[in-house]
């Protein structure tokens, strides 16, 4: 008896052998029936209750305006350049912190403007923006 002769007639499979395939899904659930668990990162306690009302204080909003001529005004009252310092420095101090406007002239040299934005840096305002108008539409 000779191995591997064309004698023999091979007979073709007309069945998939689905032993690999079962296999396979079994491996694949053991992976997902290990690893969901560890996925859950939620540890159980039990939280306070508590009602909070929502805030509803704006803070205060400060408007400092130079002129064209490099006068600063502090809420339309004209403020000496000597005073800008203190007056920064008492609204850096409270809680919660006001917001400070600058509204700089278009003529106003840039440095009027300059010089207001580190004053109230350097008393330690965090909240300074611009106010601009907008383009007229054509």
């Known amino acids: ?27 694949l659930l053991i992976i997902f029936i290990i690893t969901v668990p560890v996925m859950k ?11 909070a009302k929502p805030q509803d204080v704006k803070p205060q909003t400060i ?3 130079v002129d064209a001529q490099g006068a600063y005004y502090w809420n339309e009252g004209r403020v000496q350049d000597k005073d ?6 008492a609204e850096a101090a409270r809680d919660p ?17 300059a010089q207001a ?5 350097q008393a ?4 300074i923006g611009f106010i601009t108008e907008p383009k007229p539409a054509n």
Do not use: C, W
């Open 41 to 51: 990162h939620a540890v159980n306690i039990d939280l306070p209750r508590a009602t």
């Open 63 to 65: 408007r400092l305006s």
């Open 97 to 113: 912190q006001p917001e400070l406007h600058i509204r700089g002239d278009k003529d106003v040299r840039y440095e009027r403007v």
């Open 84 to 89: 800008l310092p203190g007056l920064l420095k």
């Open 117 to 121: 934005m580190s004053a109230a840096q």
């Open 1 to 27: 008896m000779a191995f591997g002769t064309q004698d023999e007639t091979d007979e073709v499979m007309n069945e998939i052998n689905m032993t690999p395939l079962v296999d396979v899904m079994l491996v």
């Open 124 to 127: 330690g305002l965090r909240k």
